[in-house]
């Protein structure tokens, strides 16, 4: 079975739907599927639930598509960057399911693991944790939280090869294999894809079984969310 796709466009073609799931990796505007994110934006899929450590910024990453009013709900743990994501969450135009930043990672690992649910001590006692279900164990008090099993997933890496296998660089490996590992499909753009058996097998971060579709990605702009110099 040939996983390889030519662009994002076809690599999605047939996996999109209103009111479905979707998990975007990237950590702030590390390692964010640019290339897909774009191609959601001109396809012009409505109703989503995003499941995302952030929003991205304003005209840029997950951004595009709350510009455009296709995000429904986020179920995020950082919101700073977006003054249009707080904009819309104040007006109630947008849905928002805060998750502490360990929490979302657990959820996404949960889903992947094929776990429905896990108790933390993390957020109890907080208005995070109200409506949910608690219990005691061994004198502390837990939250129990759901594992998150999205539609799709759509995660970016620097290497892939023909087989969907994937490596990562530093910071874009947070979310990236979490959301791999938890979707029923995954699609992930590269930034350089290569034949399979050309990566060393002890370096693969996400194995090729998680990937559905893979496309090397083009014109990644990567953009630094908060530039700090020295003078």
């Known amino acids: 079975m040939d996983k390889t796709y030519k662009d994002a466009a076809t690599a999605l073609a047939g996996c999109l739907k209103n009111g479905m799931l979707l998990a975007a990796g990237g950590f702030g505007l590390c390692g964010i599927p640019e290339n897909c994110i774009a191609a959601i934006a001109a396809g012009g899929v409505t109703d989503l639930t995003v499941i995302s450590n952030n929003a991205g910024v304003d005209g840029f990453g997950l951004g595009l598509l709350l510009a455009q009013g296709q995000i429904r709900k986020m179920i ?12 819309l969450y104040l007006s109630g135009k947008l849905e928002l399911e805060f998750n502490p930043q360990g929490t979302l990672a657990e959820r996404l690992r949960a889903g992947g693991a094929g776990i ?3 108790y933390t001590k993390t957020a109890y006692g907080t208005l995070l944790a109200e409506g949910k279900e608690t219990k005691n164990f061994d004198g502390e008090a837990y939250v129990m939280e759901r594992g998150l099993r999205p539609d799709v997933a759509i995660v970016k890496a620097w290497k892939g090869d023909h087989e969907g296998n994937l490596v990562y660089r530093k910071t874009a490996r947070n979310f990236n294999p979490l959301c791999a590992a938890a979707a029923h499909l995954t699609i992930a753009e ?3 894809l290569v034949p399979t058996g050309s990566l060393d097998p002890d370096h693969i971060h996400t194995p090729g079984i998680f990937v559905k579709r893979i496309f090397q990605g083009v014109d990644y702009q990567k953009r630094i969310e908060q530039r700090t110099v020295r003078g």
Do not use: C, D, R, T
Not at 76 to 87: D, H, I, P, Q, T
């Open 190 to 192: 590269v930034e350089e």
């Open 76 to 87: 995020s743990s950082y919101v700073g960057e977006n003054k249009l994501f707080a904009e």
């Open 116 to 118: 429905p649910a896990f």
